[in-house]
């Protein structure tokens, strides 16, 4: 049997709802081997994190998703293997935390624009974390107020690209991210590539922008894919050549189509980005 390697997952040290210690426990439970927790632009559950999984028998990868901005866009660059302590990597998730709280007080204005008042308020109140606040807060606010019909609803009226409350966000850039992380000693991963809406002429692009700055692997099997983007990622990272990864995205029980753990293998022809991270 291969494997259960899930390297794409969040706590409430960002957007998820479980404690580190508790996202550890859930990949006992569902039989994970090697697991990394992904927090958005956010260190501060690894340590808890590393510690529940090795008491657990789990091997644990250091990792986070970095918000890094290419064509005007955020994507979303998966960090796996760096090293914590690194200061140039600290201080560029600092940063970037920063600019998410100036884009909360602007997501906060364009609501009061809308009737919404005191957004900023009622977010925070959903935050554990106090150093990160995104969009899923503002989310549970709308949510709790009665605004949408549920989470998805809350993105698709207000807070997603281009809606009613949506504000772009500042971050680093690509290139920025991936030196970063390869100066800790890290590999960069492009996290779900097919939720980005770029043309097929921007996508071979960031491909080959990426594997030009050293870039050296793609999610393939994640929980935003479709079967049918399993298939054209691993093509795609056979291709670039391209080590591939595989990762739930999980954010909290019920939330997402696929828990930890629970997604399909990778295609055996790829090379999975943890063969030499163990
Ligand atoms: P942020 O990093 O604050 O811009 O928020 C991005 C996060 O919001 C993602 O990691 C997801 O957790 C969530 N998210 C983004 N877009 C959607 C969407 N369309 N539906 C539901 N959740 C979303
Ligand atoms: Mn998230
Ligand atoms: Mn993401
Ligand atoms: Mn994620």
């Known amino acids: 049997m291969p494997l ?3 390297l794409h997952s969040h706590s409430n040290q960002s957007d998820g709802i479980l404690a580190p210690a508790d996202v550890a426990q859930r990949a006992h439970t569902n039989k994970v081997d090697v697991w990394a927790l992904t927090d958005h632009d956010e260190l501060t559950g690894l340590d808890q994190a590393r510690l529940a999984a090795h008491s657990l028998g789990i091997k644990f990868i250091n990792g986070v998703e970095i918000s890094a901005l290419y064509c005007n866009r955020i994507i979303h660059i998966v960090a796996l293997g760096f090293t914590a302590n690194d200061p140039n990597l600290l201080s560029a998730l600092e940063l970037i935390r920063t600019k998410r709280h100036e884009r909360a007080q602007l997501i906060n204005n364009k609501l009061a624009t ?11 109140a959903h935050v554990d974390n106090p150093r990160l606040i995104g969009r899923v807060h503002f989310a549970k606010y709308l949510l709790e107020l009665g605004l949408c019909k549920n989470f998805q609803h809350a993105f698709d009226k207000y807070l997603g690209e281009n809606k009613a409350a949506f504000v772009p966000m500042e971050s680093i850039s690509l290139e920025q991210a991936v030196n970063l ?16 809406k770029f043309s097929r002429q921007q996508f071979s692009a960031l491909f080959d922008t990426f594997k030009d700055l050293g870039g050296q692997a793609i999610e393939v099997v994640t929980g935003s894919h479709s079967v049918a983007q399993y298939d054209k990622y691993a093509r795609l990272a056979l291709k670039y050549n391209f080590e591939a990864s595989r990762g739930s ?29 163990l």
């Not at 809308?114 to 925070?124: C, E, I, R």
């Not at 930890?260 to 030499?276: E, S």
Request: net charge negative.
């Open 4 to 6: 259960n390697v899930d």
């Open 114 to 124: 809308l009737g919404v008042d005191n957004a900023l308020q009622g977010a925070l």
């Open 181 to 196: 992380i390869l100066t800790a000693g890290g590999k960069a991963v492009i996290a779900h590539p097919g939720r980005y």
């Open 249 to 277: 995205d999980f954010h909290a029980p019920g939330i997402g189509k696929i828990d930890l753990g629970a997604m399909p293998n990778l295609p055996d022809y790829l090379k999975p980005v943890w063969h030499d991270l």
